[in-house]
């Protein structure tokens, strides 16, 4: 991508991110990597009257502080700018107040393997990080630490962060921890969720590497009822109706993949499997 693209796709995600309800006015922040600069949001403007030009440009390197542009960078660009210095694998990154992963974060808890899809972050949990006023070193240090190993994390009393290889696929990591949070702060209200183990989500990290345009084809004749089992959990069904189907297919997921259609979780599947790719 060209940097103009870069600047006009982080634009379209700050209007994406507000239009979907998963950021409220000029919270969230986006940043995205361009060669040997990040290119951030700046402070306290509207996106609907954001321009490309009006984004901020800091160099990736420790020469803090310094940037370029007509408007300043988001006061949150320390973290921004860390996670692009520690992590080379990331290009985009989101951070936002979204509602449910900020609910966790102010009740400090980090999200267990409560749904298959955790495995997208990484590892068996999404960390909460502890809590440092916004802006400064401590929070960028917790925040790194938090994200060892992950794509995304929480920010204790504050919101999350989600990363990805370009600011579009830090995006869509950032809806699915929300949507991960939701669930999980939902299955608190009726009685908790059944955890996955870590070896299914290790077995879901390696299936996810090789998720791509065959899915539709392995999904008749290579089905994997383990990670399918838990699909029919994301619907946005109230939990009453759901809870039974949940309860079972968390503690036996073999026996409830067989009875679940699985015309049902195909359609579930395929759009993350491009977004995925
Ligand atoms: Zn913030």
């Known amino acids: 991508m060209t940097e103009l693209e870069i600047r006009k796709a982080i634009i379209e995600n700050c209007l994406k991110m507000n239009a979907t309800g998963l950021n409220q006015g000029t919270s969230g922040n986006l940043s995205a990597r361009y060669k040997d600069v990040m290119i951030i949001t700046p402070s306290g403007i509207a996106y609907e009257v954001l321009k490309p030009s009006d984004l901020a440009t800091m160099p990736i390197n420790k020469d803090y502080g310094s940037w370029d ?90 919101g999350m962060i989600a990363t990805g290889a370009n600011i579009a696929k830090a995006m869509w990591l950032a809806v699915e921890l929300e949507t991960i949070a939701k669930q999980y702060y939902q299955s608190l209200l009726i009685g908790g969720p059944n ?3 870590e070896a299914e989500i290790a077995n879901v990290m390696e299936r996810f590497k090789g998720y791509g345009l065959q899915d539709k084809k392995s999904a008749n004749s290579n089905a994997k009822p383990k990670t399918r089992a ?36 195909r359609t579930q599947t395929k759009p993350r499997a491009r977004k995925q790719a």
């Open 69 to 158: 542009g007509p408007l300043k960078p988001s006061t949150e660009w320390r973290f921004h700018l860390d996670i692009m210095i520690e992590r080379p694998d990331v290009g985009g990154i989101v951070h936002t107040h979204s509602t449910y992963a900020t609910i966790l974060s102010i009740a400090g808890k980090e999200i267990p393997a409560c749904h298959y899809m955790i495995a997208a972050f990484g590892g068996p949990t999404i960390r909460c990080a502890d809590y440092a006023t916004f802006g400064t070193e401590e929070l960028s240090a917790n925040a790194l630490k938090a994200l060892k190993d992950r794509t995304g994390c929480i920010l204790a009393n504050h």
């Open 230 to 265: 838990k699909t029919p959990a994301k619907t946005k069904a109230p939990a009453k109706t759901k809870a039974p189907g949940k309860t079972k297919a968390a503690a036996k997921p073999k026996v409830a993949a067989k009875r679940k259609a699985p015309s049902k979780a």
């Open 195 to 197: 955890l996955l183990s």
